[in-house]
Structures are given as structure tokens and as C-alpha cells.
């Protein structure tokens, strides 16, 4: 018999972009120290700007995001910007423990996005890696870099879901963005001075709105549908997969204790809405 996971589901929650990014630490945290992995659907609210690690405050359009009410906080992953609205976004974490996991960065990717190419499925959208290399139309916006058939989800050849990784204390968080619905001048009306036009912007990125006749909440349903059962399945590893009469793993409905709220809101303070994490330059944050 193979050894389980327990698992948590959390169903989509709205927060703020920078308690969003706190709960995803906190859970690498959480099973890290031997409790439940966790996968999840979530919300922003407010819309909200999340900075890759390295990216440089100074490609934001500050002005721009403070005068529309657009949050601005920085990830645990790197790439590019990525302006997260309301509806148009819905996101998605998986946090697992390191040894459950392959070590090479590409092998993970693909196991752990297993469950969002099944999603696609289930909704009728054909979302695969996308087919070759597609040029980069500017370096600081996430969903107009370089297209790479390692790991860039496209449907009808343009970005529909953004995927990241990173590892902490033992553990692996991978989240990312599906894109619903695009709002393409907000998306580059959070960069100072990109390059592209709304048209080239469109042609770059689609959302499922414009491929299936399908409410939000239908899609985030199909979402969490499949993430549970891809984490029943127990196919973390090559060497763990599930052998025929072992039981599946156990996923819970769960929710944040009291203890990791409280947490996640202390990250919020030292980190996730701290100047120096935010608005520094790459390589002046503490």
C-alpha cells in the first residue's frame, strides 16, 4: 500500500491580494510541520497587481493603480506582474510537501498542473501547453513574455492560465491565475508605459467567456472538482502512484485555523503590505 496525503479543500474565499499571498506561505507552513496539503480556489478583493520576486517597482503605473483602487503586493514567485480583477480571475493554489514531489522544477510543474488541464477539460475548453516558442511583447507584464511550451497554458493560441512555483520549509507551493474574463485596459493600465495596445494585448490572452457559454461560479466549480479529485488519486510521484485496490486519499472540506489566520494576517504586516517587500528593487529588499 502506498502512503496518503491527507488533504484539505478550501472553496473559493475573497481576500485581499496580500492575505491571499500570506494564506499560500502559511499552508507550505502548515504542511511543512506534518498537517494537512492543501489545495484551494480564491478570490481577489479588491483587484489586485501581485510583482513577481524580482520585478522592478518601478515598471508600475503607481498613480494609475491608486486612483482605480487596484491593490499592489508582490509574490513568493518570480516572472512577471500580473493584474488579478474580481471576476475576471480565478485562482488556484496547491501546496504539498517537498519529498512527495518530484526535484526537478519541470516534472512538478507538469504532475502539479495535471489538475488544471482537467479542468479545461471538464468545462469543453482545449487548453494544452502551448505548441512552440511565441515571442515576447514586454518583459515586465507576465501574460506578454515569452511563450514556452515547458509550462504557458494556451486555448485558440493565446495565454489562458499562468502557473508559478515555489518551495518553502519543506514544502511546494504552485498557484496561478485562470483567466474568465479579460479586462485589457486595466491589465496594462497597471504598467508604466507598455509597449502594446489593447488590440496586441487581446490577441496575446483570452478568456474562457469567449470559448464556452459557462457562469463564473460554474467554472470555479469545475476547478475545485478536479483539483479534489486529482489529490484522491494520490498521483504525487512516479514512485507513489497509486497501486490497484489502495484506497484513495482523503480530502477534506476544510478551513484556515485559528492559528494560521492569525499568522497569515502577521505575514501581512512584516511582508505581503510592507514598503520594502513591495516597492524596493530586486536584490534592496531585507
Not at 489545495?39 to 501581485?50: A, Q
Not at 514556452?148 to 493560441?157: E, L, N, R, T
Request: net charge negative; glycine share 8%.
Amino acid at each position: 500500500m502506498t502512503e496518503r496525503l491527507d488533504w484539505r479543500l478550501i472553496h473559493e474565499e475573497r481576500r485581499s491580494g496580500a492575505l491571499q499571498m500570506a494564506l499560500d506561505e502559511v499552508a507550505a507552513e502548515t504542511v511543512a510541520a506534518g498537517g494537512p496539503a492543501t489545495i484551494r480556489t480564491y478570490r481577489w478583493d479588491p483587484d489586485c497587481l501581485t510583482l513577481g520576486y524580482g520585478q522592478d517597482p518601478d515598471t508600475v503605473d503607481w498613480p494609475f493603480c491608486d486612483r482605480t483602487g487596484i491593490d499592489v503586493t508582490r509574490r513568493q514567485t518570480g516572472g512577471g506582474g500580473i493584474y488579478h480583477d474580481g471576476v475576471g480571475d480565478i485562482a488556484y493554489s496547491i501546496v504539498v510537501p517537498a519529498a512527495a514531489v518530484p526535484g526537478q522544477l519541470l516534472d512538478c510543474y507538469h504532475l502539479l498542473c495535471e489538475p488544471i488541464l482537467d479542468a479545461f477539460r471538464r468545462l469543453g475548453i482545449a487548453a494544452d501547453y502551448v505548441a512552440e516558442e511565441v515571442p515576447e511583447l514586454y518583459h515586465p507584464a507576465c501574460y506578454l513574455r515569452e511563450l514556452h511550451p515547458a509550462h504557458d497554458i494556451v486555448a485558440a493560441g493565446r495565454k489562458i492560465a499562468g502557473n508559478a512555483q515555489y518551495r518553502k520549509r519543506d514544502a511546494v507551493v504552485q498557484h496561478g491565475s485562470l483567466t474568465y474574463s479579460v479586462e485589457a485596459d486595466r491589465h496594462l493600465g497597471v504598467f508604466a508605459d507598455p509597449p502594446v495596445d489593447l488590440a496586441a494585448f487581446r490577441d496575446r490572452v483570452i478568456g474562457m467567456d469567449e470559448l464556452i457559454d459557462a457562469d463564473r461560479s460554474t467554472v470555479v466549480e469545475a476547478v475545485e472538482d478536479a483539483l479534489t479529485e486529482w489529490a484522491r488519486s494520490g498521483h504525487l510521484d512516479p514512485d507513489r502512484r497509486a497501486d490497484e485496490g489502495d484506497e484513495p486519499a482523503d480530502v477534506t472540506v476544510g478551513s484556515w485555523t485559528d492559528g494560521e489566520l492569525e499568522r497569515a494576517h502577521e505575514l501581512v504586516e512584516i511582508k505581503y503590505t510592507d514598503a520594502e517587500w513591495v516597492r524596493s528593487r530586486p536584490g534592496g529588499r531585507r
